[in-house]
């Protein structure tokens, strides 16, 4: 979570993060990030009983909103911390996902 916070809230211009990919990360007011966001690529489990999906989609709903580019996966049938079926069944979407933003950026 903290890397959302800093991502787009904190306004913290010392790290240039240029992507995010959340693993089920939740954030308390995502109506506070503000054009232009970086992209944002989200997995989330339709089954997390510790950060509620419901996250997710108020992410993707606000990158939406804001014009900024937004990816979500939402895993059928998951719970929290789906590290290993992130790595073995989406990294493909990850590096797609990375792989075009790069293309866009030269």
């Not at 995502?30 to 009983?49: N, Q, S, T, Y």
């Not at 804001?66 to 049938?77: D, N, P, R, T």
């Amino acid at each position: 979570m903290a890397v959302l916070y800093l991502a787009y809230i904190s306004g913290q211009k010392v790290l240039p993060i240029r992507a995010v990919v959340d693993l089920w990360g939740g954030m308390e007011n995502p109506a506070r990030i503000e054009a232009p966001a970086v992209p944002m690529l989200i997995f989330h489990g339709d089954k997390d009983d510790v950060i509620n999906v419901a996250y997710a989609y108020a992410f993707q709903k606000r990158m939406n909103e804001i014009g900024a580019l937004v990816e979500l996966h939402v895993m059928e049938g998951k719970g929290h911390a789906q590290y290993d079926y992130v790595a073995k069944h989406h990294m493909d979407d990850v590096d797609t996902f990375l792989t075009k933003l790069r293309a866009t950026n030269r």
